[in-house]
């Protein structure tokens, strides 16, 4: 019972707080100086095209441009009746996107999808990679493999992953055949979800998510051994050994689950850096997520396009946290009663 | 009640000098809190490689147009991509001052590309403090003189040209002045939002508090690089090298100061119970004096820790948004921008040193952080 009414009041509160970073985007979007459509006009007007600027003008009206920005953030959100009555995000109904002449959702539409796949998968390669060789490491402090381990995270931390993916990707295809661009292959692309389509965005995944999650696993895994020596010298792992109990059993029934918490907790700063290098990397790649289709949007001020990007990118940050802080509520019985966390 | 030579008075019992000198008269004991720090920094060897080498790099900036052979944007029309040249002293088995082999380039047109060879017949030395482009010292004292120059009808291309026929190595020279520069400008300003609203929602701590924590939770919880882009494009196109800059910084900073005002709120609040502060506020110390004189001295060298920790995120900010077109533009060189030069694969397969600039990008990064974790395990001995 306790467990549900802290799920339900963090939800509250990342509701709340998505409604405030939404309002931050739209303002940030429209800091440059006019508009898409403003640009277009000027352009127009130059040349002479008398037509156009009638049907540019047209359009401002339509999508509320010439309205002040606080009321446009309101009818863009679905707060308030835009020309066409409510249909803003709260309506499900994303805006339209000037650069390409369609729907937001149109463009975006399975770009949303290959964007939670790909940080799903970087989220379980992190994990992964982090829990056993922190472990390793821990274990094995002050031994080669944790030298290595150190050395590779701190070159992981160190280089910038547009480069990363750069060089990965020439020699993963040069040496080891893994396929080139793009997250699947061109065939398969607008095609219904096959056996071979699901195989081939898996092999196109591979390079990706080793780039995107390379950097927050080196930081998780010296993390997880930081805190893992601690335990590890304590008295009670002493005993345990003392009493003759195996010690790979021991150390997974004790000084693990101690230092388990932190590394749970910490998804909360791990995510944000991981969708802002899925972003990059994506642009680098080629690859089909919201990355590059953000890029051109914010280089050509296509700005309902950029906002509903930069507002699914928070979202997706937020049911991140959210996630996090339930499984710590349910490892730590102390925060779901409300006692402080030091 | 015996007298000692020192003018202390001990019990007889108590009497026991041995004791008393290892524990007042060790070394360690008469060397002020800021001598120990600098003392565990030194044992760090890592750290203290990386403090040297970033304190040369950073002395270094101002005498770059000197060091580099040619100027940032000097095109050399006939030499584009050209490979890396050697430096040689051994010709046909005999010592010679410095020289290069004059290479000459001709297009590839089966496989468009170009390719170079070398004259190995015909060494040509060095000059040696030499007129060449001309730059500013320090960007105040014009000058023309260079360490060492280009034979006079050939080049010296340390690490290869680029697509205009630029000097990789000059270039990476001059880019360093922006790349360097940049995490320091950004470093300032999230340092000094971070200080303010921590200081204040640490001190004041109440409604105040309860703000800015909500604030600083927003602006974690939203990933940094597309809001760094977002904020980048809309950076006016016509501003100039300068401007832009400072603008870049300016947002690099602005999203970093929530963890460091994290930090010292938290320092604030157990700071705030102390006798030393109760006793500043009952002389009536105003709260501006309490928090500057009182409290920040308290933990200056950790803010300074978690600067150079954070440095490195700017750096690569930096370069992230150069690289994406939406950081600094050419004219500016910085090496961000020299690297979205190489953003196709097949520059870097045919051209691997267009890629260049991401080696003096990694040993950065990497000595500002073996740095900064070296600072932190100085002031924290405990912590190791």
Request: proline fraction near 6%; glycine fraction near 8%; include cysteine.
């Amino acid at each position: 019972m306790k467990l549900l009414l802290y799920i339900g009041s963090r939800t509250v509160s990342m509701l709340l707080t998505l409604l405030v970073v939404s309002a931050l985007i739209f303002l940030i979007i429209n800091l440059p100086p006019g508009d898409y459509l403003t640009n277009q006009l000027a352009e127009l007007r130059a040349t002479g095209q008398e037509a156009g600027v009638a049907k540019a003008e047209f359009l401002r009206h339509e999508y509320a441009l010439d309205q002040p920005l606080w009321r446009q953030y309101l009818i863009w959100l679905g707060a308030a009746p835009g020309p066409h009555g409510f249909n803003g995000l709260l309506q499900g109904q994303f805006g339209w996107s000037f650069e390409f002449s369609a729907p937001v959702s149109e463009i975006v539409g399975e770009a949303l999808w290959l964007t939670i796949l790909l940080n799903l998968s970087t989220i379980v390669f992190v994990y992964v990679m982090a829990l056993t060789l922190g472990v390793i490491a821990a274990v094995k402090a002050r031994s080669w493999i944790d030298y290595t381990t150190a050395f590779i995270g701190y070159l992981g931390l160190a280089t910038p992953n547009f480069l990363l993916a750069l060089i990965l990707f020439y020699y993963g295809h040069k040496y080891l055949d893994l396929p080139i661009g793009g997250l699947m292959a061109p065939e398969f692309e607008n095609e219904p979800m096959s056996f071979e389509k699901a195989r081939s965005i898996l092999a196109h995944l591979i390079i990706p998510t080793f780039v995107v999650g390379t950097a927050g696993a080196a930081a998780m895994m010296q993390r997880l051994r930081a805190s893992l020596l601690d335990e590890l010298s304590r008295p009670y792992v002493e005993t345990a050994i003392a009493k003759g109990m195996p010690p790979a059993r021991m150390l997974v029934k004790y000084p693990l689950r101690a230092a388990l918490n932190p590394f749970v907790a910490d998804i909360g700063t791990l995510l944000p850096a991981m969708i802002s290098g899925s972003v990059l990397v994506s642009v680098v790649l080629g690859l089909q997520t919201i990355g590059p289709a953000l890029l051109t949007a914010l280089k050509t001020q296509d700005q309902f396009l950029a906002a509903f990007i930069l507002v699914f990118v928070a979202f997706l940050t937020l049911i991140g946290t959210l996630v996090s802080d339930v499984l710590l509520a349910m490892l730590d019985p102390r925060i779901r009663i409300g006692e402080k966390r030091k | 009640m015996i007298r000692l030579d020192d003018g202390r008075y001990v019990a007889p019992e108590d009497d026991r000098p041995e004791e008393f000198a290892t524990l007042a008269d060790t070394p360690e004991a008469r060397l002020s809190l800021h001598r120990l720090t600098l003392r565990r920094f030194a044992r760090h060897r890592l750290a203290m490689i990386s403090a040297i080498f970033l304190l040369t790099c950073y002395l270094l900036l101002p005498l770059v147009g000197f060091i580099a052979p040619y100027g940032p944007n000097t095109r050399n029309a006939e030499h584009i991509f050209a490979p890396p040249q050697l430096i040689h002293i051994f010709h046909d088995g005999g010592l010679n001052a410095p020289f290069v082999y004059p290479i000459s380039g001709e297009a590839n047109l089966a496989e468009y590309r170009w390719d170079y060879t070398a004259d190995t017949d015909a060494p040509q030395s060095l000059r040696w403090f030499c007129p060449g482009d001309p730059y500013k010292l320090a960007g105040l004292i014009p000058s023309q003189t260079h360490l060492f120059c280009a034979p006079d009808d050939t080049t010296v291309f340390l690490w290869g040209s680029d697509r205009l026929g630029r000097d990789v190595f000059s270039r990476i020279l001059y880019g360093a002045q922006l790349s360097l520069t940049v995490g320091l400008v950004g470093i300032a300003i999230s340092m000094g939002l971070g200080i303010f609203f921590g200081a204040i929602a640490g001190y004041f701590g109440g409604g105040l508090d309860y703000a800015i924590q909500r604030l600083i939770e927003i602006l974690r919880s939203i990933p940094e690089l597309p809001l760094w882009l977002a904020l980048s494009a809309a950076v006016p196109s016509h501003w100039g090298p300068v401007s832009v800059f400072f603008a870049i910084s300016i947002i690099l900073g602005l999203l970093d100061w929530p963890g460091l005002a994290r930090a010292v709120r938290a320092k604030f609040f157990s700071l705030r119970e102390e006798d030393f502060v109760q006793a500043a506020e009952m002389m009536g110390a105003k709260p501006s004096r309490i928090i500057r004189r009182h409290l920040l001295p308290n933990f200056r060298s950790h803010l300074i820790a978690s600067a150079a920790l954070s440095i490195p995120s700017m750096i690569l900010g930096e370069t992230a948004l150069s690289f994406l077109g939406l950081g600094l533009r050419a004219p500016a060189v910085s090496w961000g921008v020299m690297l979205n030069d190489a953003q196709h694969l097949s520059s870097i397969e045919i051209y691997p040193w267009t890629a260049l600039p991401m080696l003096p990008i990694i040993i950065v990064v990497l000595a500002f952080s073996f740095m900064g974790d070296g600072l932190r395990d100085a002031l924290d001995p405990s912590e190791t």
